[in-house]
């Protein structure tokens, strides 16, 4: 049988045309007897093309997916007969999901929408991930200078004066284009996501059971005082507003000394090693610890990517149009079963990954490969990360990988308790279309607003000025719809 399925995974950096290039979704067809026609949209375009997908009225089969793209709420394609509810479906025709999804009652109840409804089938992960985006610095610069590795914002403060006296680097610390990294906030107990910060769910907090803006929380007016003295002192990039890439990851920075500490992705150390290594320069670019107030502080605000749940919030929905969805629900369940997993996490054994001890691991062909680094050349031998499926993070994984990979796990995550973060939570069709106009305005107005506080262009005593504005434009009402929809949540599957 053959299905036709709108995956906006973009293939054009790959070599490959679609998803059937790849060995795993060869063998996987060879397997179950199912051929699928894909659909890939340019990451640019990719909510656009499923919008007017929808509006044409000829749906694909399925949608791959995260909840972003039912910008109307997911209640609203299953009553108005554009997706199929698959709840009644799964334990018959699904059972391998279900059991999978049923392995952890939190993540269980965000398979599920606030009517008991399942829009798709949701990607969920053998187990929780460690934060994979957090603060890596020079740690051969605090062995040269004698320094400990800092814990606290003062501390923090004090490596930072050290860094720009002795060695210059035209930035001791390096910011998203937002100055709002989430690493560095999450101490004081606040988020905000502005033009390329946080990295948090959104800018709500929960305090049990009631939210709470973020940006009106007493600690983000304190963080921004913090960093705007910083910057004032020369310890913050002057320029951090004008990069398109965050400064962690450009490694023409860090190779040639310009960068002390600046948020990456958790694999980097190994991959500027080798690159270091290659220009005869070894560099030490390794994880520093989160900050917090003071030593022993636990922070209670998600940072990084930290899990949540096993809920990767990606999913495949089967829309009304297709004429078989008990069979492709069997096909999506194949990607629950651990032979199944397997190809689509590893790849075929023998090619992609090999066995040791009991525990797949990847190959030369995808750790090493000269056509491109580990997260281009999984897609194209294993499966793409947007592929519903049981999925197995620890894929990215190399034999070899160093130490210093495995100790950003207890530097990003060691100090932080989830109390504060809100869940996977749903709005109505009419909630999604109010609060995003609210929240589009309140948004554009900070992330112009706060960058003039951080490098001084404007003074802190106007800023409780500015932050009243954003009561004018409505936050009262956007915490109301976001309070509506925790509540909601809270009695989820009851």
Do not use: C
């Given at each position: 049988m053959t299905f036709e399925i709108f995956n906006p995974w973009d293939v054009s950096t790959s070599s490959?045309?679609?998803?059937?290039?790849?060995?795993?979704?060869?063998?996987?067809?060879?397997?179950?007897?199912?051929?699928?026609?894909?659909?890939?949209?340019?990451?640019?375009?990719?909510?656009?093309?499923?919008?007017?997908?929808?509006?044409?009225?000829?749906?694909?089969?399925?949608?791959?997916?995260?909840?972003?793209?039912?910008?109307?709420?997911?209640?609203?394609?299953?009553?108005?007969?554009i997706m199929v509810d698959l709840q009644p479906l799964i334990a018959e025709y699904a059972p391998n999901y279900d059991y999978v999804r049923h392995l952890d009652e939190a993540s269980y109840l965000t398979t599920l929408t606030d009517s008991g409804y399942a829009v798709g089938i949701s990607?969920?992960?053998?187990?929780?991930?460690?934060?994979?985006?957090?603060?890596?610095?020079?740690?051969?610069?605090?062995?040269?200078?004698?320094?400990?590795?800092?814990?606290?914002?003062?501390?923090?403060?004090?490596?930072?004066?050290?860094?720009?006296?002795?060695?210059?680097?035209e930035a001791p610390l390096g910011l998203a284009i937002s100055g709002l990294d989430d690493w560095l906030m999450a101490g004081y107990d606040t988020v905000?996501?502005?033009?390329?910060?946080?990295?948090?769910?959104?800018?709500?907090?929960?305090?049990?059971?009631?939210?709470?803006?973020?940006?009106?929380?007493?600690?983000?007016?304190?963080?921004?005082?913090?960093?705007?003295?910083?910057?004032?002192?020369?310890?913050?990039?002057?320029?951090?507003?004008?990069?398109?890439?965050?400064?962690?990851?450009?490694?023409?920075?860090?190779?040639?000394h310009k960068l002390g500490i600046a948020a990456s992705l958790y694999t980097f150390p190994d991959s500027l090693d080798h690159l270091s290594d290659a220009a005869?320069?070894?560099?030490?670019?390794?994880?520093?610890?989160?900050?917090?107030?003071?030593?022993?502080?636990?922070?209670?605000?998600?940072?990084?990517?930290?899990?949540?749940?096993?809920?990767?919030?990606l999913f495949g929905t089967i829309s009304t149009n297709c004429d078989s969805p008990e069979i492709l629900l069997q096909w999506l369940d194949f990607f629950y079963t651990e032979e199944g997993a397997r190809i689509a996490n590893y790849g075929i054994e023998g090619e992609a990954h090999t066995v040791i001890n009991g525990v797949p691991m990847i190959t030369d062909l995808i750790y090493n490969n000269p056509e491109g680094r580990?997260?281009?050349?999984?897609?194209?031998?294993?499966?793409?990360?947007?592929?519903?499926?049981?999925?197995?993070?620890?894929?990215?994984?190399?034999?070899?990988?160093?130490?210093?990979?495995?100790?950003?796990?207890?530097?990003?995550?060691?100090?932080?308790?989830?109390?504060?973060?809100?869940?996977?939570?749903?709005?109505?069709?009419e909630e999604s279309g109010e609060f995003g106009v609210i929240m589009a305005d309140i948004n554009t107005y900070l992330s112009e607003n706060i960058i003039p506080f951080i490098i001084g262009q404007r003074q802190m005593s106007e800023f409780d000025t500015m932050l009243a504005q954003i009561n004018t434009i409505g936050i009262g009402r956007a915490t109301e719809i976001q309070q509506a929809a925790l509540d909601r949540y809270l009695v989820r599957g009851n």
């Open positions: 490959m045309l679609d998803n059937n290039d790849s060995p795993a979704y060869k063998k996987i067809e060879e397997l179950t007897g199912i051929h699928i026609i894909w659909y890939h949209s340019a990451s640019a375009n990719a909510q656009e093309n499923f919008q007017l997908s929808i509006a044409s009225n000829d749906y694909d089969d399925a949608y791959f997916l995260n909840s972003s793209y039912l910008n109307k709420g997911p209640d609203f394609y299953i009553e108005n007969d990607q969920l992960v053998q187990n929780k991930q460690w934060a994979f985006l957090g603060p890596l610095g020079r740690t051969d610069w605090l062995s040269e200078l004698g320094l400990n590795m800092p814990r606290t914002y003062d501390e923090y403060h004090d490596v930072l004066v050290a860094f720009r006296d002795n060695y210059n680097p905000f996501i502005g033009a390329g910060g946080s990295s948090s769910p959104n800018n709500f907090l929960n305090f049990g059971g009631t939210v709470r803006y973020g940006a009106l929380e007493s600690g983000f007016k304190d963080f921004i005082t913090m960093l705007s003295g910083w910057y004032a002192e020369g310890l913050v990039d002057r320029d951090f507003y004008t990069r398109t890439t965050i400064p962690g990851l450009q490694t023409e920075l860090i190779l040639n005869n320069d070894p560099i030490d670019f390794y994880g520093f610890q989160v900050p917090v107030k003071n030593v022993g502080d636990t922070r209670k605000v998600l940072a990084g990517y930290s899990s949540m749940t096993l809920n990767k919030g580990i997260n281009s050349m999984l897609p194209k031998y294993a499966t793409a990360q947007t592929q519903p499926m049981w999925y197995d993070w620890q894929r990215e994984i190399a034999p070899g990988t160093s130490q210093a990979v495995f100790d950003t796990e207890e530097l990003w995550d060691g100090n932080w308790e989830d109390v504060y973060t809100m869940p996977t939570i749903t709005m109505t069709s």
